[in-house]
């Protein structure tokens, strides 16, 4: 046995086959969120179809994951910072799948709204915990490019799940969707119960007596050494993780990173959460609507996937707000239209591209910007206040439809949020490897 520290193992050693699995089944599950929140997009046209939705009210339905995104994250992200990465995970994946079945059965447009809050708040707190997760599974030289990957498989999920739907919805109605979304969570409990064990990370801030055997099972797994003892937990002042966020060495990143995520989920979500209704409204038939979505995704994964190629020679901070730059840009182009179905497929998959490479980059922010023990926490209020507020996003713009602001002058408003992100990435103090 060694006597070195099991971060110090992690952090320096190249990463191991195990470490490559616990960071794939982090894409899993967040390709599995990719999928659960645009479930109800997939679904949107048939429900409007079905229950004579107006814009207005079907707008108040695609927001309501988002309220319940942002109850759990903030809540359950602090308790990922108390009680674990693995239990909460374990917690979350019963509780969305509960939700996307509850969905599958509900006959008015207020029980559907209730089974999305549900949903949401087991998603919340799974992007709260799988950034932490990955962060800690990493090593120091590969955590960039490892939590951006993570934050890909959102799009992937959105990609694989947009085919299959637009499949489904060929011989059946909308609550297949929903029925298709449960069946994939249920499946991921156990492999994340055979396959990813708690976080080095957080079992070292842990004082019971079994942590040792505890974190050298881990690292044989990870195929490292075991260590012969273990350093003394730092001693740190007792305060709830929230209150730690607020102190002198936090309260400027947690603001900033907040308003920055936020500002630019806002326009993500305008982009996501719409497109499927635009695409019905132009005449086009539901299925295809799930399409054009998919290439909106597709853009998504390519942004993301470039941006962690680049973030291995480039600082992240600004990668993100470049990219956040012309996310503002092609959000007004998208708004402007299209006279076909190739081009307005073209034209999302460019506008996803950035917009998406935006989110990815803020994970990554997140996970260097805070330590282990406020790692969950952090990323958790970032999204929770994030995804509460941008609950108005798809909300605002049914209400911009209404009002004849048209699609150009509705995708101009809602470019703003990004502008806005940008701006609150440049007011971050800089860090060596951010």
């Not at 060694?2 to 899993?28: G, L």
């Not at 008015?108 to 950034?131: D, E, H």
């Not at 099972?217 to 305060?239: C, K, N, Q, S």
């Amino acid at each position: 046995m060694t006597q070195s520290d099991p971060r110090a193992i992690i952090e320096q050693a190249p990463m191991s086959r195990f470490q490559w699995t616990i960071v794939w089944i982090m894409v899993a599950l967040n390709a599995l969120d990719g999928f659960d929140v645009l479930s109800i997009s997939f679904a949107a046209p048939g429900v409007a179809r079905e229950w004579g939705v107006d814009r207005a009210s079907l707008g108040v339905v695609l927001s309501m994951e988002l309220i319940g995104m942002s109850l759990g994250s903030i809540t359950l992200g602090g308790v990922a910072d108390r009680l674990g990465r693995r239990r909460t995970v374990l917690g979350c994946l019963p509780v969305m799948a509960i939700g996307m079945i509850g969905a599958s059965l509900a006959g008015s447009v207020v029980a559907l709204s209730v089974w999305r809050v549900v949903t949401g708040i087991g998603i919340g707190g799974m992007l709260a915990v799988t950034n932490a997760a990955v962060a800690e599974a990493a090593n120091a030289k590969r955590r960039s490019l490892c939590v951006v990957l993570m934050a890909t498989g959102y799009p992937i999920g959105a990609v694989i799940g947009g085919a299959i739907s637009a499949e489904l919805l060929k011989s059946f109605d909308w609550p297949i969707v929903f029925q298709f979304g449960a069946l994939m969570t249920l499946c991921m409990i156990p492999i994340v119960w055979a396959f990813a064990p708690e976080s080095i990370a957080f079992e070292m801030q842990r004082g019971d007596a079994g942590r040792l055997a505890r974190i050298n099972a881990t690292l044989r797994r990870m195929g490292h050494d075991a260590v012969a003892a273990l350093p003394a937990p730092a001693i740190r002042p007792r305060r709830a993780p929230l209150a730690e966020l607020f102190t002198p060495d936090y309260t400027r990143r947690t603001i900033l990173m907040t308003i920055a995520y936020f500002a630019h989920i806002t326009t993500f979500y305008y982009l996501l959460k719409w497109i499927p209704k635009i695409v019905v409204d132009m005449g086009f038939a539901p299925s295809t609507a799930a399409g054009v979505l998919v290439w909106a995704n597709l853009g998504g994964a390519a942004g993301s996937l470039l941006l962690g190629f680049l973030s291995t020679r480039i600082s992240v901070r600004l990668l993100t707000m470049g990219v956040m730059a012309v996310s503002v840009a092609m959000v007004v182009l998208f708004g402007r239209g299209q006279a076909d179905l190739a081009g307005l497929s073209l034209i999302s998959a460019a506008t996803g591209f950035f917009t998406n490479a935006g989110m990815v980059g803020l994970y990554a922010l997140l996970a260097r910007y805070f330590p282990t023990d406020l790692r969950a926490t952090a990323t958790g209020f970032a999204i929770g206040v994030g995804r509460g507020g941008s609950a108005l996003a798809p909300a605002l713009a049914g209400v911009l439809f209404v009002s004849g602001f048209g699609l150009w002058g509705t995708s101009a408003v809602m470019a703003l949020g990004s502008l806005v992100a940008l701006g609150a990435l440049a007011l971050l103090p800089r860090m060596r490897d951010a």
